[in-house]
């Protein structure tokens, strides 16, 4: 099953190239989609006053943000963090201006979008800022992400097998960035990818072999041969 951080628009061409019919977990758990029907299952958005209240404080910072509505991605300028995050996602993108007084409806998620260095920096204020009223997480280093606070990787995961019938016992769930931490917390079994952020590591069940070696592909065929 596929649970990613990623819109579900970017990410449906690769779950329809590999035949996968189960629901797909996407927006960090924000929505659970039927990727057969493009059906949204399950949508948690950010409530409207407190993403007016994040996208200000992004504002203030001077930081571009990507603000993505209705499987859509919105911004408040063409620039060349928009070009490049809408190229390597083969998504079209829309400039409307200032954020805070175009949005009018819920978004599914806010993501700001710099250095890693000034990720790091914000990711710190803002989980201050938002503690125990948003979800806060980097994805990768230059990603920090905002969602509503009932939404994580493990709280979609938990939707999906709810629905399918399966407990989490059973479930392994592999890894890498800060934002696995809960869906690893939710699986019987977490796996951390080598060289994974280190709060995953520290939860992490054990460590497989990094993408270059095909890590997760060699435990899942490990576990196909062992039941066979």
């Known amino acids: 099953m596929i649970v990613t951080g990623r819109m579900f628009r970017s990410v449906r061409p690769y779950v329809e190239q590999a035949a996968i019919d189960d629901p797909v977990v996407c ?5 659970v989609a039927d990727p ?3 059906e949204f299952l399950r ?3 950010i409530e409207l006053p407190l993403a ?6 992004f504002e203030a910072e001077g930081v571009h943000v990507n603000c993505y509505v209705g499987d859509e991605l919105y911004v408040a300028e063409l620039n060349d963090y928009a070009r490049r995050y809408a190229d ?11 954020l805070s007084e175009w949005l009018e409806e819920p978004p599914t998620k806010l993501v700001a979008v710099d250095d890693d260095y000034r990720i790091a920096s914000l990711a710190e204020r803002f989980q201050g800022l ?11 280093p230059i990603f920090l992400e905002l969602a509503s606070l009932e939404v994580s990787k493990g709280s979609g995961m938990e939707f999906v097998a709810d629905r399918l019938g399966f407990e989490r016992e059973r479930a392994i769930a592999f890894g890498d960035g800060e934002n696995d931490v809960e869906l690893l917390e939710w699986a019987g079994y977490g ?3 080598a060289d994974a952020h280190p709060r995953l590591q520290a939860i992490a069940d054990w460590t497989c072999p ?10 899942l065929e490990a576990l196909l041969d062992s039941a066979s």
């Open 43 to 45: 949508h948690v958005p």
């Open 52 to 57: 007016h209240e994040a996208l200000t404080a």
């Open 36 to 38: 057969r029907s493009g």
């Open 210 to 219: 990094a993408p270059s070696e095909a890590g997760v592909a060699a435990v």
């Open 88 to 98: 390597f996602q083969h998504i079209p993108v829309t400039p409307v201006g200032r």
């Open 191 to 193: 796996i951390a990818v």
């Open 130 to 140: 938002f503690r125990e009223r948003l979800f806060v997480s980097t994805s990768l």
């Open 27 to 31: 927006y960090q758990g924000a929505v």
